[in-house]
Every structure is written in structure tokens, then in C-alpha cells.
């Protein structure tokens, strides 16, 4: 078996290096956007020395801690990063192979990590500084030690699957749903029989569990005085999923501020105003959790319905992005153009399903896999539906799917017909599921998105060219696009045409009416214009949007003091200094 892993350790590797080499010229493999320019600027200050920080988690920590850890000791280079992402990959095929010969036998192993090897959204996350190469290995090395659950007193086994379960949950919360099915196979498997056994095993899972988690906790009671064991953003998180017109997919508590660095100031903000004071992140958490709850009570059967929908989004073959696109990065790689429209969840969906059925005979010894697709399926629902938060079901799809190839290879070999009857059908039932049209007219919204962001980034680059290129992408993709449209505004404006720029704000304003900033850049565009009474208005929108917006209230003076309003004057510069004493 060792030259085997070897075998498909050294393809992953080659596969992804020969992605990164097609990617290397485009602009994107240089570019560090929203999620991602987070994680560097934070694991940057972690390299620094500031390992503690001075508050709350509100994203899951283990990721900029590794980056951190990273830089510290090589230096913050992102192709360095990148590599690091692609041998992380690489043992995650290696792990879920030596899980499937466990589970299922030999040649189920070498398929499933053979699939995982070339499987194109894993592919595409190994070229992100995200978190998800993590999330692979951490979810792959989880089920290679779940495999081994079997062995006599395996203790330091069962301390490890604690230790790395909570790494997992440090990387993606709603992992706390695999607890329970660990220590529930951990009890019930033990080879040796008694309470007093499966006593001991529970203590040491709970143990590795605990030595992960507890640090965290009180790291976040020290420097915030509230005890959380990860993170203070079920709240929003669960609000944003779950909210009245919601539909299954991301979007940002106020209009247009999807940004990251504007989620935890917006939730804490908006709560703040609601109740009249001063609130802690634990207490912001529990403002967004009622409002959901409460919005799920008034009317529970619009809530099943989105919550049928979002099961449907799960499954569906379509990859959900948020920053970066696998559809575009197909544009740009010909090994991605050529493997996604054979290898997604809509031919993973189908095959799985096949291999559920054809493996039930086993289904005493497979039930953990079954309970943690169920459970960790169940607790991305319960929020919404990113294709990076459903990824840690590919490696347990990939088993049950390598195993129904397996299986037919064995039954159409043997001639088996009847017996291939029943998961045939499956294999068609669940692909209809799983390729249903849902999302396909969003695709070229996807991909407007993330030539958007391509754009922006160029744009505060100051590679103005590139940028104007890559917001025209976006714009091709889709015209109604306000977020491309106020970047092309910002970015003409930038150049000094303020003319050109303002049909492209006027634009912005009328797709997205709700999000302030589109008003604030209306405004200083009209004013570069010499329009102070329309400039005035756009920031009085900005205002009655977001009246804690310093800087709509500071150019609101310097407009109305052009005009010779100063009593106007002096009050907009009172509230702007009022939100933001460095004002002069």
C-alpha cells in the first residue's frame, strides 16, 4: 500500500501544480480579496508577535493562527501558501484512501482518493488563501481515524479524533454537529464491552476535544470577559439564513456591505441601535438568534419551505461562491474546463447514492458515515448554502461514490442485471435531483461577482487599466451588478473622469436604492462636478440610511458652507465630529 500512496500523493501534487502554472499569469493568482486579504492581514499581526489579540473571535481563528504560524517561519509569501494548500490536498487523498480501504476494502480507497485527487473544486480552493485545503485534511484525517475506531484500547486514537474534531471546529463552527456522532461511535464501538469501557473511551474523546476548545474559550473570556468556545457569530450568521425573505444564500445585513472587514461592526451596530445601548458580542449574538427565532415562529411553514430549499441548494451540482468563482477560473485554466463538467456534486450526488445501496448489507459498520453526511448536511442548512461550507461533505460523498463505481464495475463484470436495477435508478432519480436547473441563470451572476472583486482589487492597486478590464468582465456578465457598477464610477473617478463616472453611480444608486455607500460616491461625484445641492442630497440619503456615517455628515459641510449654508454647516460638522473626533 505504501507505493500506492506515494502513487496518488505525488498526482495530486502534480495535478495542482500544473493548475497553479496555468493561473500563474492571471491577475487573480496575484490578488488577495475580501476573505482572503482578511486572513493575511491577520496572520500578519499574529507573525508580528500579537498572538493573543484584543478581542472576541468573530471568524473561526484556526486558519489565521496557521497563516501566522506560516509566515512566522517562512515569510508571507502566497505561492508558499498556495504549496502548503497543495500538500495539505495531497495527504487528504492519501488519508481518504486509507479511510475507504478501511470501510469499504482496496480498490473503494484507491477510487475515492483517486477522484479527490483530480476533483475540480478542491483544485480551485488550493489556489485561495482560504481555509478550505484545511477543512479537507482536517475532515479527511476525521474519518481515517473514525476508521480505525475498531482497534483494541486504541486511547491515544480516540484522544486524537478529539483533538481533531475541535481543530475542525476551529475551522468551521457547525462541525460542533460531528460531536455527538463521535461520541456515540466512540461508545458504541468499543471492542470491549461494559459501561465502564465506553466510560473511558467518551473521557478521552472529550479530553483531545477539550484540550483544543477550552484554550479558546478562555483566551476569549480574557481579552472580552464573555466565555466562547469558538466564535460570537452564530447570532448574525443564523439572522442572515434564516430571516424573513431570505433564500438560502448569502446576503450582508445591510445592502451592498459584503465585505468581511464590514460584517461584525454592521451586526454589532444595527443591534446596538435596535436596543438603545451599548451591547457585548455575546449579547449581539443573542439579538440576531431571537430575531431569527422569532421571525421562524410568526411564520413556521415559510421557514420549512426555505429550509426545503436550501436542502435543495446543497445538493445541487452549481458551486455557491462568495469572493472567488470556480466557473471563471475555468475561463482561465484548461485542466478546470476540461474536469468540471465531469466531476461535481451532481455526478458525486448520484453515484453516492448508488453506493449507500449497494453497501447497505454493511450498514451496522457504515452508520457513522451515514450519521455525519446527515448531520453536518443538516447543520449547513441551518444556516445558508456557500460551496466552501458544503465541501467537507465531498470526502464522505467521494467514499459512498468510489464504492457504487466499485460496485457497478463488480455487477456489470458478473452480469449481474437485476441487482444493478434497483441503484441504476437511484443514480437517475438523484442526478435529476442534483443537476435540476436552480441556480444555472446565476452562473453568469457568479461570475460577474467575481470579476467585480477581480476589478476593486486591481482598482486599490492602483493597476487602473486592469482593473477598468476586469469591471468591464463583470459588467458583460451582468449589467444589473450595482457593486461593479459603483467600482467602475469609483475607479473613473479616480482618473479624473468624474463626467464619465457618474452615469455609472446613477446606475448603482437606482439598482441597489438601500446601500449608503452608493449615495456616498454619488456625492462626491456630483461635488467634483460642482453640483453641491444634488451632492448634498445624495449624502442625505447616505445619512438616512446609515446616520452613523461620519463621513456623509463631514461633506454635507463642506457642501453646505460652499453654498453659504452655515448654520447647516456647523450642524453636519458637529454630528460628523460627534461619530469621529478626528475630524477638524
Known amino acids: 500500500m505504501g507505493r500506492l500512496y506515494l502513487a496518488l500523493f505525488v498526482l495530486a501534487l502534480a495535478v495542482r501544480a500544473a493548475f497553479f502554472l496555468e493561473l500563474h499569469d492571471q491577475p487573480v493568482f496575484s490578488l488577495l480579496m475580501i476573505d482572503s486579504q482578511k486572513y493575511d492581514l491577520w496572520a500578519r499581526t499574529l507573525a508580528s508577535g500579537k498572538w493573543l489579540g484584543s478581542s472576541i473571535f468573530y471568524q473561526a481563528p484556526l486558519y489565521p493562527y496557521f497563516l501566522g504560524v506560516f509566515y512566522t517561519l517562512f515569510g508571507p509569501s502566497a505561492l508558499l501558501v498556495r504549496s502548503a494548500n497543495a500538500l495539505l490536498s495531497a495527504l487528504s487523498c492519501v488519508l481518504l484512501c486509507a479511510a475507504g480501504r478501511r470501510f469499504f476494502g482496496k480498490p473503494v480507497g484507491m477510487v475515492a482518493g483517486a477522484i479527490l485527487a483530480i476533483y475540480p473544486t478542491s483544485l480551485f480552493f488550493d489556489s485561495q488563501l482560504q481555509k478550505s485545503s484545511l477543512d479537507l485534511f482536517l475532515t479527511c484525517l476525521l474519518l481515517y481515524l473514525l476508521s480505525l475506531f475498531s482497534r483494541q484500547r486504541p486511547y491515544l486514537l480516540l484522544a486524537g479524533t478529539g483533538l ?105 451596530d444595527l443591534a446596538e441601535r435596535e436596543a438603545g445601548r451599548r451591547l457585548s458580542p455575546g449579547e449581539v449574538s443573542q439579538f440576531w438568534m431571537g430575531k431569527a427565532l ?105 467514499l459512498f461514490a468510489a464504492a457504487g463505481i466499485v460496485g457497478f464495475a463488480r455487477g456489470l463484470a458478473a452480469r449481474r442485471w437485476r441487482q444493478l436495477a434497483v441503484p441504476a435508478s437511484l443514480v437517475v432519480a438523484a442526478a435529476l435531483l442534483a443537476n ?81 455607500e452608493d449615495h456616498l460616491e454619488l456625492g462626491r461625484c456630483l461635488s467634483g462636478l460642482g453640483r453641491s445641492a444634488e451632492a448634498i442630497a445624495a449624502y442625505r440619503e447616505t445619512i438616512n440610511l446609515d446616520p452613523l456615517n461620519a463621513w456623509a455628515w463631514y461633506w454635507t459641510a463642506q457642501e453646505s458652507e460652499k453654498m453659504g449654508n452655515h448654520a447647516e454647516a456647523q450642524h453636519a460638522f458637529s454630528e460628523a465630529r460627534r461619530l469621529n473626533p478626528g475630524f477638524r
Open 164 to 268: 481533531v474534531l475541535g481543530c475542525l471546529i476551529l475551522t468551521r463552527e457547525n462541525a460542533f454537529s460531528l460531536v455527538p456522532v463521535a461520541m456515540a461511535y466512540a461508545y458504541f464501538t468499543s471492542p470491549l464491552p461494559g459501561f465502564r469501557s465506553g466510560l473511558i473511551r467518551l473521557s478521552l474523546l472529550a479530553a483531545g476535544l477539550t484540550a483544543v476548545l477550552l484554550p479558546v474559550g478562555l483566551r476569549n473570556y480574557a481579552v472580552g470577559g464573555e466565555f466562547h468556545l469558538t466564535t460570537s457569530q452564530m447570532g448574525p450568521n443564523f439572522f442572515i439564513g434564516n430571516r424573513p425573505g431570505a433564500d438560502g444564500l448569502y446576503s450582508p445585513l445591510i445592502a451592498g456591505r459584503s465585505e468581511v472587514f464590514f460584517e461584525s461592526r454592521d451586526a454589532t
Open 294 to 398: 422569532g421571525a421562524i415562529e410568526s411564520d413556521p411553514l415559510a421557514w420549512l419551505r426555505l429550509m426545503i430549499r436550501k436542502a435543495l441548494l446543497l445538493l445541487n451540482r452549481v458551486e455557491i461562491p462568495d469572493t472567488y468563482d470556480q466557473y471563471s477560473y475555468a475561463d482561465w485554466s484548461r485542466l478546470l474546463r476540461v474536469v468540471t463538467p465531469l466531476l461535481h456534486f451532481g455526478t458525486l450526488l448520484p453515484l453516492a447514492a448508488a453506493g449507500i445501496w449497494m453497501t447497505r448489507s454493511r450498514r451496522r459498520e457504515l452508520w457513522v458515515l451515514y450519521v455525519v453526511l446527515a448531520m453536518y448536511a443538516f447543520s449547513v442548512i441551518l444556516f445558508y448554502v456557500f460551496s466552501r461550507y458544503r465541501f467537507p461533505l465531498v470526502p464522505v460523498g467521494l
Open 436 to 516: 435540476w436547473p436552480m441556480l444555472d441563470d446565476r452562473v453568469e451572476k457568479f461570475q460577474s461577482l467575481m470579476h467585480g472583486n477581480v476589478g476593486l482589487a486591481l482598482a486599490n492597486q492602483g493597476r487602473f487599466e486592469a482593473a477598468r478590464t476586469a469591471l468591464e468582465r463583470a459588467l458583460y456578465w451582468d449589467a444589473t451588478n450595482a457593486m461593479a457598477q459603483l467600482n467602475m464610477g469609483s475607479l473613473l473617478r479616480k482618473i479624473g473622469r468624474d463626467r464619465d463616472a457618474l452615469a455609472y453611480l446613477q446606475r448603482a444608486v437606482s439598482l441597489e436604492p438601500a446601500v449608503p
